[in-house]
């Protein structure tokens, strides 16, 4: 038996490779399906089975290009209605060289979501591994909020009912396969430890220490975001989408090539660090660094060309991970980078940042600003600097009302990131005077500054 874990860094998609004896399947792919493909040949294996957890929502799945170069069957769940594949019953099985695959019904999450335990026959009739989708985390659990707030209650019982009488029975020494990994907005707590067993979440999952009734009670005051994005995604993997296709296109421009699309409309990229960022950077562009490229999907429309700056030529293969989710119009990048823009005399704006230390002067000596905290309302409760005032970035465009326009603003997030996209955020809202805090908590923190909880 072979297992092998793929993650995508954009969304924290955790997706399988398993195989035994010639045989093998695939749960939850990418859409770049040839990863799998490649495995496959490897292995000399025959993809026999493509299984999904559940509809997923927050990037393009690649079941259907996965089917149509292997004529693997797809199989999934009862809710939503799909346009392709076939629907699983509970307790079906399916043999993949010496495994069995059982589904079982896991709804809570979604209605529809299925987990699939795995018996590998080569040494016994017991459960090796389980594939949670979104049901089971390591350290979480899935959320239960798509259905709206008057399916939350509904939705939650039944996350709570699948996992302690559908997946915890199949016993503490089975190890968990969930499809994300820390970052995923599918969890808010997900750890960094991608391995983990029943056993080990029964004993510490903090979600599978509440009763039912406290269980479902934390799921009912749980808050998430939901990205604009989602919707799109839910729409593909209904239909079942082969390629989007943006990457051939993917074309290296010239600073003037550049700087006539951007006058004609497209969106500027610019996945360089904050702090690069601050110093200089194209009128209007913005600021996503590599590490939260995901953030696109709140901020540029799918409808708009993208044009891309990098530090170095090798970050565009992370950049082109914008097509999971949905972006099919990546249309080139700065030849180059910023340092050729730069050489042709066009014009640059510039963002201010400071340190910790300041920060904590400005505080001590009563200057008159305002502090934003732009990250989530779960971290911002978990620790934060008393004259707060938590919006997170993916709600700051909407709320930038609530931001005093007559005081200097200090944006502060984790590490400077997030508050290099909220400041930015700002300044295209007419704010004048705004202040990115490079290093955020992290560095307050390791400073030994006061946090209140
Ligand atoms: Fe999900």
């Known amino acids: 038996m072979i297992l092998q874990k793929f993650k995508s860094n954009i969304v924290s998609h955790l997706s399988y490779f398993l195989g035994s004896d010639g045989e093998a399947a695939v749960v939850d792919p990418e859409l770049d399906c040839q990863i799998y493909l490649d495995s496959a040949e490897q ?11 559940h509809r997923n929502e927050d990037f393009i799945v690649g079941s259907k290009a996965l089917s149509d170069s292997t004529g693997a069957a797809i199989c999934h769940g009862s809710w939503p209605e799909y346009k392709y594949g076939e629907l699983v019953n509970d307790g079906q099985e ?45 350290n979480e659990v899935g959320r239960t909020d798509f259905g709206g707030l008057e399916k939350k209650r509904e939705w939650s019982e039944n996350l709570y009912d699948s996992i302690f009488n559908r997946l915890l029975p199949l016993g503490d020494h089975v190890i968990i396969c969930p499809a994300h990994g820390a ?36 799921k009912l005051k749980e808050r998430h975001n939901y ?23 993917y074309e290296s421009l010239v600073p003037q090539e550049f700087k006539n699309m951007v006058n004609e409309g497209a969106a ?18 913005y600021s996503i660094p590599l590490s939260h490229l995901s953030f696109t999907g709140w901020f540029i429309s799918h409808e708009t060309p993208v044009l891309t700056i990098v530090e170095d030529v090798l970050h565009l293969k992370e950049v082109s991970e914008l097509e999971r989710i949905g972006y099919d119009d990546l249309h080139g990048y700065l030849a180059g980078g910023m340092a050729s823009w730069y050489s042709q005399g066009y014009p640059t704006e510039s963002s201010r940042i400071i340190d910790a230390d300041e920060l904590k002067s400005w505080l001590d000596s009563e200057k008159d600003f305002y502090l934003l905290d732009v990250r989530s309302k779960d971290e911002f409760q978990r620790g934060h600097i008393q004259s707060a005032t938590n919006i997170p970035v993916t709600d700051l465009q909407d709320r930038v009302s609530e931001v005093p326009k007559d005081q200097p603003i200090a944006a502060i997030c984790s590490s400077g990131n997030r508050s290099g ?8 809202n007419g704010y004048k005077d705004v202040y990115n805090v490079a290093g955020g908590m992290t560095a307050w923190r390791k400073l030994g500054y006061p946090v209140l909880k």
């Open 43 to 53: 292995g000399q294996m025959k993809i026999k089975y493509v299984f999904e957890t």
């Open 94 to 138: 399916f043999e993949v060289g010496d495994l069995l695959v059982k589904a079982l019904y896991t709804p809570g999450h979604t209605p529809g979501c299925i987990s699939y335990a795995v018996t590998d026959l080569e040494s016994g009739n017991e459960n090796v591994l389980v594939f949670t989708g979104d049901a089971l985390f390591v």
């Open 183 to 218: 970052g995923s907005i599918c969890g808010s707590d997900i750890a960094q430890r991608e391995f983990s067993t029943l056993g080990a979440e029964r004993l510490m999952n903090p979600r599978l220490q509440l009763s039912r009734e406290e269980f479902i009670e934390y």
């Open 227 to 249: 990205p604009p994005y989602f919707r799109l995604m839910e729409e593909y993997n209904i239909v079942g989408t082969t390629s989007i296709g943006p990457c051939e296109s």
């Open 268 to 285: 500027v990229l610019d996945t360089r660090s904050a702090s690069a960022f601050s110093s200089a950077h194209i009128a209007g562009s």
């Open 421 to 428: 996209i909220g400041a930015k955020i700002l300044l295209r």
